[in-house]
Every structure is written in structure tokens, then in C-alpha cells.
């Protein structure tokens, strides 16, 4: 079982920059590739980017060259580089834990891009 904890949520305005962070409970941290998804009200949760157990990583087409996602493994924790944010970026954001048939989810965190 992993519990997942994001942090680092809140309100900015267009144009400025956030850093979520998600840190993991329990072991074997390392072999998950860990995600955020965000969902904005009335819309379907989508991935925003996601890292591999080696460090590879994706990114969605909107958030491309503004966002960069990392992983501590020493720390247990992933984190989420918001940079540029616009309006649109506004959504509840979500980490995931993944290996094998395994899922889990964080309680999501709140950003709010609005001046």
C-alpha cells in the first residue's frame, strides 16, 4: 500500500510559477513511475506528465517547455515545476503511483492561475 501526499497548491497569477510536491509512504518508492493529472471542473482528468522508474519522462503537448517533472527517490518524493502558468492550467492536480497492476492516488491539490 502507498499513501500518497501532495503540497504546494495555491493561488498565482498568470505568467507566474508553483512547485507541487508529492511525497510517497512506504517502501519500493523507486520502482513506480509516478505521474500528475490534473482535472479542471466539468472536464475528465488528463496526465499532465509522468516519470519513469529510470527517469524517463513525457509530457502533455499543452504544458510542454513550461513544466518539468522530477523524482527524489532518496526523499520519496515527486515534484512538478509549474513555470508560465496561464489561466487554462487552472485544475485540481492529482499524483500517481504506478508498478505493474498497481495504482494510487493522492487527495489532489488545488491551482488556481487568476490575476
Known amino acids: 500500500q502507498v499513501q500518497l501526499v501532495e503540497s504546494g497548491g495555491g493561488l498565482v497569477q498568470p505568467g507566474g510559477s508553483l512547485r507541487l510536491s508529492c511525497v510517497a509512504s512506504?517502501?519500493?518508492?523507486?520502482?513506480?513511475?509516478m505521474g500528475w493529472y490534473r482535472q479542471a471542473p466539468g472536464n475528465q482528468r488528463e496526465l499532465v506528465a509522468r516519470?519513469?522508474?529510470?527517469?524517463?519522462?513525457n509530457y502533455a503537448d499543452s504544458v510542454k517547455g513550461r513544466f518539468t517533472i522530477s523524482r527524489d527517490n532518496a526523499k520519496n518524493t515527486v515534484y512538478l515545476q509549474m513555470n508560465s502558468l496561464k489561466p487554462e492550467d487552472t485544475a485540481v492536480y492529482y499524483c500517481?503511483?504506478?508498478?505493474?497492476?498497481?495504482?494510487?492516488w493522492g487527495q489532489g491539490t488545488q491551482v488556481t492561475v487568476s490575476s
Open positions: 500517481n503511483a504506478g508498478a505493474a497492476a498497481q495504482s494510487y
Open positions: 512506504g517502501r519500493f518508492f523507486a520502482i513506480y513511475a
Open positions: 516519470i519513469t522508474s529510470g527517469g524517463s519522462t
